[in-house]
């Protein structure tokens, strides 16, 4: 399913970046690249703020809606 | 000397490191891009002074990854390649290590002597981690330190190992998996003589933007041994974080860690609340307004609460046969209690009143007993002290508007603020991330332009640059209190409000300027929001009372070179015939009042230009004033006034005779018009084409006139109305359908 619909406070772990590649690049150097485990702190309209490694990332709803996760 | 270039992620301690070894005081913030430029200071070891024995220090803008993102990322990368530091030291911020190492493996590829430095040794400690730096080392290869910035602790070491390190060449190392392409691509580049061949290697597989542009034939030859583009940067980027995951896990012992970060968690539940949020950011920029410039305190005086004349001042000075009571009004005056920033404003004063006033009191006082001429008690007191106090009054409520927003910029509550607005700033047409440089624009426009830096796309950053202006800085917040002065002598309009509605003003001018931009000529897909949010902490007192004072500082340099050579000037020309004869105090046939009455015209149609009448020249002399600084609105309009024998602005509006529209168009073009030379010449450093840069000057300049002709005709003529609101209807509409067109269009080429 797609970040932006994924449940709030459960391990969630990543197995698809989809968007352009200077985007994908950039998510990939802040932790959110395939197999990494992240997870959702708060959910505002489709942009999600993420627990990715010992970091916090807010992202906006069209970023969250390309990352796809499983639980 | 020994170079070093700090390099690493945004907001992991850099900036405080490099003060800490300096003893610099660059600005710290508590959100990713606060350093956009790069700058050097020198370190030396204790007990040594002399320059050869000093360390050179490069304190780079912080980067996630050396494939830049953001103009300010590309600094960094060419610094260290094409700058040849003797050393890098990579800081990292120690509480995240994980994701800080993603870069540490790309440096290091580079042909450079590393250093790691593990940052936040304390808050690290704080949280329970425990890092075993000698397996860190022994992984990667180089020296790992622990230090804390903050706290000072490890410095010294640190140095000591970073000037040994220098002196070891160092080949590039890659952790990647052992494969022939890289080999191969590394050998294409040592062919050609390019220096740190491996990391361009990777770099031109990963089908990287900058290295396609910069080595363009190496690059396209090794396009051609592999087409995979995309699939093998994801690829590459795995592979890095399998290399560093292991690592960190035998390198960190977590188990005494304690939860990271419910403590910002919890407030951000609070503070980024979704009917909250929005309201509590708008409860606090409302206080930080009322505390910095109100004279009437909780609004008290406006309910009733009698304050008869106000405080009547302890001192009584008698000069030149003349009364002065300095600190009248320090605690309270007529209207009600004074708030912090009114009564620091008061206490520093003009030229009459607070402590600058005592000073020039007792000047003009020194001039009478020498029996001075009166030319020369006019040139000191009503010429030069006169402007330069004026201004010199306004800085401790300026420092006061700057330690509240540097308060909320050191919290961390910036980031969240941006990533609140980011979805209203979408439909707007920028991201969220605009927020930071146009909010820093209320303290001064040119960090703030520069700022933008950390904007990914062009034409946000334009759209950004052009609007920032009309954020109100500190010294604009000067003349706004003159006007709100003189409009509520006139009207009995509170001055409070006032203000606060040409803030507002402002802000509604960037609004639909942003929106008309998008839909026009800086039409594209708003640029994605991602931003780190740091956790919360409390400001470093320290780094917050050394920067307030670095800007108080500013305004006062400022006040005494461009604003005293400004003022002079302004008094000489204003106070001699062009047969070079003194004119004294109302009396008309200066020099400035013949340049004045050529400019005066142009602002007729904003009710302050024939209109005006024979003095009306003055203020068409402050508004052009006001485009070498904005202070020198607020100091000529002073200087002037003792020339013209007046008091003050309101002085000047009577005896002009303007209405009180024409003043508050006076207000409107002084505000929205092109700002300060300092800020125009960042324009032009920062704008990529001479075309960008004409086109913003006249933007800001056709605004101007016509917002301050549609204020003036509205104010005064209210029936105009019935023709403005039709032609803006028309306006929006021709918008909208231009809109829909090129929205058709734009579709129908996708």
Not at chain 2, 329 to 350: K, R
Not at chain 2, 516 to 522: C, D, G, R, W, Y
Not at chain 2, 646 to 668: M, P, R
Request: hydrophobic share 45%.
């Amino acid at each position: 399913m797609s970040l932006s619909l994924a449940p709030k406070q459960t391990p969630l772990r990543i197995v698809r970046v989809q968007t352009d590649e200077r985007i994908a690049k950039h998510l990939a150097s802040l932790g959110i690249v395939e197999g990494e485990s992240v997870e959702i702190v708060q959910v505002r309209a489709g942009s999600t703020v993420l627990k990715v490694k010992r970091g916090r990332l807010a992202l906006d709803a069209a970023v969250s809606k390309g990352i796809e996760v499983v639980a | 000397m020994v170079k070093v270039a700090l390099a690493g992620n945004p907001n992991c301690g850099k900036t405080t490191l490099y003060n800490s070894l300096t003893g610099a005081t660059a600005y710290v913030g508590n959100w990713p891009g606060v350093t956009v430029e790069k700058r050097s200071g020198t370190y030396y070891f204790k007990g040594k002074h002399k320059k050869e024995e000093g360390i050179e220090i490069v304190d780079l803008p912080g980067i996630y990854s050396l494939s830049p993102f953001t103009p300010e990322e590309i600094v960094s990368r060419n610094h260290i390649l094409n700058e040849h530091p003797d050393v890098v030291v990579n800081v990292v911020d120690g509480t995240n290590l994980e994701r800080n190492l993603y870069m540490t493996t790309q440096i290091l590829e580079m042909d450079v002597p590393v250093v790691v430095a593990i940052n936040m040794a304390d808050a690290v400690e704080h949280s329970g981690l425990r890092i075993d730096t000698k397996a860190l080392s022994e992984a990667l290869g180089v020296p790992v330190v622990l230090v804390s910035a903050l706290h000072r602790k490890g410095l010294e070491n640190l140095m000591q190992i970073t000037a040994e390190t220098a002196q070891k060449p160092r080949k590039g190392v890659s952790f990647l998996e052992k494969d022939e392409l890289i080999e191969k691509a590394r050998k294409i580049y040592e062919s050609r003589e390019i220096g740190s061949a491996l990391f361009h290697a990777v770099k031109a597989l990963e089908g990287d933007e900058l290295e396609a542009k910069e080595n363009h034939d190496a690059f396209q030859e090794i396009q051609n041994l592999d087409k995979r583009g995309k699939d093998y940067s994801k690829a590459i980027s795995t592979e890095r974080y399998q290399f560093i995951t292991p690592l960190c896990e035998k390198a960190i012992d977590e188990s005494e860690a304690q939860a990271a970060f419910s403590r910002s968690d919890k407030v951000d539940r609070v503070l980024t609340h979704r009917v909250f949020g929005p309201i509590i950011f708008a409860a606090i920029l409302f206080l930080i307004f009322h505390f910095t410039f109100s004279a009437d305190l909780f609004y008290l005086g406006a309910m009733g609460v009698p304050f008869g004349e106000g405080y009547p001042g302890f001192i009584v000075m008698n000069i030149g046969g003349e009364e002065y009571r300095p600190f009248a009004g320090l605690f309270y005056s007529a209207d009600g209690i004074n708030s912090i920033g009114e009564f620091f404003h008061v206490l520093a004063g003009d030229n009459e009143t607070g402590i600058v006033g005592c000073i020039c009191l007792g000047f003009k006082q020194l001039l009478l007993n020498w029996n001075s001429p009166e030319w020369v008690i006019s040139m000191f007191y009503d010429g030069i002290l006169n402007g330069v106090a004026a201004v010199l009054g306004f800085v401790p409520q300026i420092m006061i508007l700057y330690a509240f927003f540097s308060i909320l910029e050191d919290s961390g509550y910036m980031a969240r603020v941006a990533f609140m607005l980011d979805r209203l700033f979408r439909k707007l047409g920028v991201s969220g991330r605009a927020f930071i440089p146009m909010i820093m624009g209320f303290g001064c426009a040119v960090p703030a332009m520069i700022n933008t830096r950390t904007l990914s796309s062009d034409k946000e950053r334009t759209k950004t640059l052009r609007v920032i202006p009309f954020f109100t800085c500190g010294a604009k917040a000067e003349f706004l209190a003159i006007i709100a002065a003189a409009v509520a002598a006139a009207i009995n309009f509170d001055a409070g409000v006032f203000t606060f509605l040409m803030y507002l003003l402002g802000i509604v001018v960037a609004i639909v300027a942003v929106v008309v931009m998008s839909k026009t000529t800086q039409r594209e897909k708003v640029p994605p929001f991602i931003m780190e949010l740091p956790s919360y902490h409390r400001p470093q007192i320290r780094a917050l009372l050394i920067h307030i004072w670095d800007k108080g500082k500013h305004f006062i340099q400022k006040a005494f070179t461009i604003i005293l050579v400004s003022t002079i000037i302004i008094w000489f020309l204003a106070s001699f015939t062009p047969r070079w004869e003194f004119i004294g105090e109302g009396t008309s046939g200066s020099i400035l009042e013949m340049i004045g009455c050529l400019i005066q015209p142009i602002f007729t149609p904003l009710g302050f230009g024939v209109q005006a009448g024979p003095s009306g020249w003055a203020l068409s002399v402050a508004t052009i004033q006001g485009l070498v600084a904005k202070e020198n609105v607020t100091a000529t309009i002073e200087t002037l006034g003792g020339v013209l024998g007046v008091a003050d602005f309101a002085g000047i509006v009577k005896l002009t005779g303007i209405s009180t529209g024409a003043v508050v168009a006076f207000g409107v073009f002084n505000l929205l018009t092109i700002p300060c030379f300092a800020s125009v010449a960042t324009l032009k450093a920062e704008t990529s084409s001479k075309k960008s840069f004409w086109l913003t000057i006249a933007f800001w300049f056709g605004t101007s006139y016509v917002l301050g002709i549609l204020t003036f005709l509205t104010l005064e003529y209210v029936w105009t109305l019935s023709i403005t609101l039709p032609l803006i209807a028309v306006g929006v509409v021709a918008l909208i359908l231009y809109d829909r067109h090129k929205t058709k269009q734009e579709q129908a080429a996708a």
